[in-house]
């Protein structure tokens, strides 16, 4: 063999070689894509500068050095959704990439709010099925943590907070994702009830653990809020324009009086003297005048009218044994109205019958605007002094004291409800 053909067979050998060690994917047109080789399943997007950044329709990556159990991923930034695939099964031929491989969505952000304000601290877990992961909530996340790698599907959402110091009863909600989402990075929104500290604002007292809810919390939150604390500064300014408006209508009212009665003080007297009331005159002394001093008026006794029994002969009274006496049934004052305390101490009488809860107008417990309760959340059930809950396939479930229902459960005095992220008490 020449020179040339040796050559010529070494740098195909090489070429061969190097081909079967690289990764080499292929695309469905053009795209922004990213491509990178992880040991470990990631838990946060990667950098730039992490694999190949490309808008190609294929791509390579060197595979020599890496472990047949790690896994090529690839990141489609336009749909935001994720492919993987192990690099035992990438090397060699060429990895044409389809629709049907993306099985994860990429990056998947929860948004943590208090009166439409974004939580300044707090700790959250998500849990899709297959894995757990926690973030921490910090003023600069500007109520925002994000996740990545998430099987879709129905996920469970819990934010763990601390109220003035304390911990706050853990709201949890579940949320359905798709991989057919509109929005690269779904966001799951999560309303926080209690007083939190939030960016830009501060912890404004609120509830104690265990009476808040998730409420999500939405406009009618807010206008409860302002309900419960006064309304703030406007509030105060409010109230004192009142105040002064009716001081001023009273002292004006008194000054009119007291024209009219210098005006015509015999009139004055003769409405008076007709209502009963005694106007002194010039020269009279009401202490010794004996014709103004009534005498008291002693009553005329009744004489005792006997009572005569036809055909009857007279039986003496018999007021019983004191053992008698004590059994006498104590006087019954009614029986208590089952209620619901809502977070601002309105109470919600539970009427006899069904009392279904849900998002929708008209219904007998309508929760308006908060997106954390379904259109028809559960039912609430009274028969007597009897009262269960249960729910009906609601979206983010419903707990009692802090326990998610799986069927029906009867409520005891003191119980804590919560329909998605709204909350209330149940008192007898």
């Known amino acids: 063999m020449s020179p040339k053909a040796t050559l ?34 990631p838990n946060q997007a990667p950098g730039d500068s992490d694999g190949v950044v490309t808008n190609k329709g294929e791509a390579m990556l060197p595979g020599a050095d890496q472990k047949d159990d790690a896994k090529v991923y690839v990141w489609d930034r336009k749909t935001g959704n994720l492919a993987f695939k192990t690099v035992k099964d990438a090397k060699g031929s060429t990895w044409e990439v389809k629709p049907e491989d993306f099985k994860l969505i990429a990056q998947v952000a929860v948004n943590i709010v208090h009166d439409s304000k974004p939580v300044a601290a707090a700790s959250v877990d998500l849990d899709d099925g297959a894995h757990k992961a926690s973030q921490l909530l910090d003023p600069s996340t500007k109520g925002v943590v994000t996740f990545f790698g998430i099987k879709p599907g129905s996920v469970k959402i819990t934010v763990h907070y601390k109220v003035q110091g304390k911990d706050g009863q853990p709201v949890t909600q579940i949320a359905d994702l798709s991989l057919s989402h509109t929005d690269p990075i779904p966001t799951i929104k999560v309303a926080l009830a209690d007083a939190v500290e939030t960016v830009g604002g501060a912890s404004t007292g609120g509830n104690a653990p265990g009476q808040s809810g998730s409420t999500t919390t939405n406009a009618s939150d807010q206008s409860s809020d302002s309900k419960s604390s006064g ?14 408006l009716v001081l001023g209508g009273m002292a004006y009212a008194i000054y009119l009086a007291v024209q009219w009665v ?20 010039p020269g009279d ?25 036809d055909d009857a002969a007279p039986e003496p009274l018999n007021f019983g044994s004191p053992a008698s006496i004590s059994s006498v049934a104590p006087i019954s004052m009614g029986p208590v109205e089952p209620k619901l305390i809502s977070q601002t ?14 998002r929708e107008l008209g219904l007998g417990l309508s929760l308006v605007g908060e997106s954390t309760v379904s259109r028809k959340h559960a039912v609430i059930t009274r028969n007597g002094s009897q009262v269960l809950v249960k729910d009906c396939g609601s979206t983010n479930g419903t707990y009692v004291n802090g326990v998610q229902l799986q ?22």
């Open 262 to 281: 210098k005006k015509d003080p015999d009139s004055v007297s003769s409405k008076l003297e007709q209502l009963g009331v005694q106007i002194p005159k």
């Open 285 to 309: 002394d009401p202490l010794t005048d004996p014709a103004q001093i009534a005498a008291p008026v002693k009553p005329v006794p009744t004489p005792v009218q006997k009572i005569i029994l």
């Open 231 to 244: 309304g703030g500064v406007g509030g105060f300014f409010g109230r004192a324009i009142i105040y002064l």
């Open 345 to 358: 101490g309105d109470a919600m009488p539970v009427p006899e019958g069904e009392l279904v809860v849900g």
């Open 8 to 41: 010529f067979a070494l740098v195909l050998s090489f070429a061969s070689v190097a081909s079967a060690q690289s990764i080499n994917l292929g695309f469905e047109g053009h795209g922004d894509r990213q491509v990178w080789i992880a040991a470990t399943p």
């Open 407 to 428: 069927g029906e459960k009867q409520l005891q005095i003191g119980d804590n409800v919560q329909f998605g992220s709204v909350r209330f008490r149940y008192e007898g």
